[in-house]
């Protein structure tokens, strides 16, 4: 996982949630995506802006908060509760973010795409997703290489009427495209 990554989403989104627990564990968080921070000197304002080059007017523009503990969620490698998820290999355009489907036991739920960046680098075979019960009862989706927890990230709320039609919409279009191909898509084909 690359540090710098998580430190770019939050200062794209101008948040900067750090939690230090026990032991020089740190946490980082944009308010939907929770990263462990390795490998760092406890984080302050003045550290974060030294090393992730924000400058006094990009500073101004950003939430800086400072919390003693860790997350408000269960940020342990394990839950007794979890359940295993299945990340799609497509990705949805809609709005202002590119969601990726996370099937679970109970539906699907949608991950904003950029709060998978940290991991790019790292084989997509190895990493494991699990779902895990939240504050309120919502939902958090767990990234995991091994046994080890990587990230936390809450869904995309993006499912509702309109999104359902034009997913069906879509689905019945693909259907007919198929069935015009003679029911099989054929690769590579030119033009």
Not at 60 to 84: A, Y
């Amino acid at each position: 996982m690359k540090t710098k990554k998580c430190f770019d989403i939050c200062k794209k989104s101008g948040v900067f949630y750090v939690y230090q627990a026990e032991y020089d564990e740190q946490w980082l968080s944009d308010g939907s995506a929770c990263y462990p921070i390795t490998g760092l000197p406890m984080l302050t304002e003045d550290s974060i802006c030294k090393l992730y080059d924000i400058n006094d007017t990009q500073r101004n523009k950003c939430c800086f908060e400072f919390f003693v503990g860790t997350p408000p969620i269960l940020v342990s490698d394990s839950d007794p509760n979890e359940s295993d998820a299945e990340m799609w290999d497509i990705t949805i355009a809609i709005k202002d973010k590119i969601v990726i489907p996370i099937s679970t036991e109970e539906g699907i739920l949608f991950v904003d795409i950029k709060y998978l960046a940290p991991f790019t680098d790292m084989p997509n075979g190895d990493m494991r997703l699990t779902i895990r019960d939240g504050i309120n009862g919502k939902k958090y989706v767990c990234v995991k290489f091994g046994l080890i927890a990587y990230a936390f990230i809450v869904p995309v709320d993006v499912i509702n009427d309109e999104f359902v039609n034009k997913i069906e919409k879509l689905y019945s279009q693909s259907k007919i495209a198929l069935n015009n191909l003679g029911g099989s898509v054929k690769y590579n084909e030119t033009v």
